[in-house]
């Protein structure tokens, strides 16, 4: 293998070029990166990089010659556009085509529009550097923000917007915030927490239109009436970036169906984050492994990983390794840290084991067809952490408590 | 003060250095490194700071 191509140049693609490195990879590797800076870290653009002014350098992933002791040839501000995996080609938006030996696949995720959402400099879709920058300048004292979604960055701005002293409106569609992600019971008890820091939280609301006026959005009309608007920011979920793989044969189907191994079905490519959907071993009934896409920073970290070890062990003809693993994921709301090991579902039990909203921390468990699912901590991160095992050996609803409680006592 | 690192907890996420770079690092084979464990006095707000923020509560300061 002479030449490694990582499409998409954000954490899970920068890991996998990090990792075929330390495996003693050291032919040429090309990151293909349609942004125009480094490599950078996406969790504080909803948080500090907002409310505390932090320059571009400080959420850079890796300081200038870190990145080039790595010795990769970025192609910035630059495109895939189409993959050919019969001759072993990427095109690319300015003309190149480049041959890989290797190639991972590490494209994300982008913001999903609304139906009829219209484009204006104080309408934010955030996701990328570029994004936070066009709403940074925005949030300033007694602006009226209107975030639409109520899922983690959606509260997440909401909080950092509040804080900066803005007047915070959140729209939500279903009967509560972070159904998805926490369930009905919890999300209804964060609705009532960002109630009281101020912010105004409506759910089963139904965004019908915008109001526009000399190309900005003055107005976001929910039922019938409009809900006045200096900035509008939608947070209503993503969706991955696999278009420019249409007619390539890879599986897509909300996102790049992989293997056990991340392989996508082609021999030496395979693919990283949130882009990723695969059987995950770790989740579901031993055998029945969940297939599932997963939205967050540490899964981006460790499929980087696990995929430029598997293209590093398929190319030399070695054993891969099936990846698997427990859901994670972090969110700061105000000063509070959720943490979420596991998966939630709609219509999980959850069981307070600890604490409570009232207190400002606890810890909850999760049920779902009887067995732990996940564990909720607010503001108690250790307990979360430790909680992984327990979660990976899928144990009853009512063992799993025991064992929660065995470790907080 | 003297900083201990729980890297059983550690998720190398980068918080801390972004937030004490005069103490945390993260390198390009993904590992986090303590810099300083004894950091002077004049960085113990920062450091506070760092261990507040890291999302997997890997951080502790001994006196
Ligand atoms: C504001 C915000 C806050 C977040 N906060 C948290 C948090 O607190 N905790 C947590 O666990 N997770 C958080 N996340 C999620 C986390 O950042 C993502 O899971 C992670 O960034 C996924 O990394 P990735 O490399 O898979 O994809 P991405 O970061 O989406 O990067 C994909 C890259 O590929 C590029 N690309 C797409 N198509 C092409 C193409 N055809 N050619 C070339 N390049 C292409 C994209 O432009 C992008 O740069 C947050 C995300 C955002 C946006
Ligand atoms: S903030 Fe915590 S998890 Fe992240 S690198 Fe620092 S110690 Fe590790």
New interface residues.
């Given amino acids: 293998m002479n030449h490694v191509i990582v499409v998409g140049s954000s954490l899970a693609g920068l890991?996998a070029s990090?990792?075929l490195?330390?495996g003693g990879y050291a032919g040429r590797i090309t990151m293909i990166n349609a942004e125009t800076f480094a490599p950078y870290?996406r969790?504080?653009l909803s948080k500090?990089f907002l409310s505390d002014n932090?320059d571009d350098e400080?959420?850079a992933?890796?300081?200038g010659d870190?990145?080039q002791?790595?010795n990769i040839e970025f192609k910035n501000g630059v495109e895939a556009t189409s993959l050919h995996t019969d001759t072993k080609k990427v095109a690319l938006s300015n003309g190149e085509q480049l041959t890989y030996d290797g190639l991972i696949i590490a494209t994300g995720c982008r913001v999903r529009a609304l139906p009829g959402q219209p484009t204006a400099d104080n309408l934010v879709m955030l996701r990328t550097l570029k994004d936070a920058h066009q709403l940074r300048g925005q949030l300033v004292p007694n602006a009226k923000v209107v975030v639409i979604g109520a899922g983690f960055i959606g509260l997440e701005v909401a909080s950092t917007a509040k804080n900066l002293g803005c007047e915070v409106t959140v729209l939500e569609g279903l009967p509560a915030p972070l159904i998805r992600g926490l369930g009905a019971q919890m999300g209804s008890a964060f609705a009532e927490f960002h109630r009281g820091k101020g912010v105004n939280v409506r759910c089963g609301v139904k965004v019908e239109g915008f109001v526009e006026d000399a190309g900005r959005v003055t107005a976001v009309v929910v039922n019938g009436e409009n809900v006045d608007a200096d900035v509008v920011v939608v947070g209503v979920g993503v969706t991955p970036n696999t278009e420019w793989l249409e007619g390539s044969g890879l599986a897509l189907d909300n996102g790049i169906v992989c293997d056990a191994y991340l392989n996508v079905g082609v021999k030496d490519v395979f693919a990283a984050g949130d882009v990723v959907r695969w059987p995950n071993a770790a989740v579901g009934e031993t055998g029945a492994p969940e297939l599932m896409r997963i939205e967050h920073?540490?899964n981006a970290?460790e499929q980087g990983?696990a995929a430029a070890n598997n293209l590093l062990a398929s190319s030399s003809g070695n054993a891969m390794t099936p990846f698997e693993s427990v859901p994670?994921f972090?969110s700061d709301q105000f000063d509070k840290?959720i943490?979420f090991m596991g998966r939630s579902h709609a219509d999980d039990e959850v069981e307070i084991i600890t604490g409570s909203m009232e207190e400002g921390k606890l810890i909850a468990a999760y049920g779902h067809g009887g067995r732990l699912c996940g564990v909720l901590g607010l503001s108690?991160?250790?307990p979360v952490?430790?909680s992984k095992a327990i979660l990976a050996s899928k144990p009853s609803f009512a063992d799993g408590i025991s064992q929660l409680r065995a470790l907080l006592a | 003060m003297k900083i201990v690192v729980d890297f059983d907890?550690c998720?190398?996420?980068?918080?801390c250095a972004?937030i004490c770079p005069e103490v945390f690092?993260?390198?390009?084979?993904?590992y986090l490194y303590v810099l300083e464990e004894n950091p002077g006095e004049e960085l113990r707000d920062k450091v506070i700071e760092a261990a507040e923020n890291?999302?997997?509560?890997?951080i502790t300061i001994e006196d």
Wanted: aromatic share 8%; net charge positive.
């Fill in positions: 890991r990090e990792t490195r330390v870290d969790p504080p500090r932090w400080r959420i992933l890796r300081k870190d990145l002791s790595l920073w540490t970290v990983v994670f972090w840290r943490q108690m991160p250790k952490m430790l | 907890l998720a190398s996420t980068g918080g972004r690092e993260v390198r390009t084979d993904g890291c999302p997997t509560g890997a």
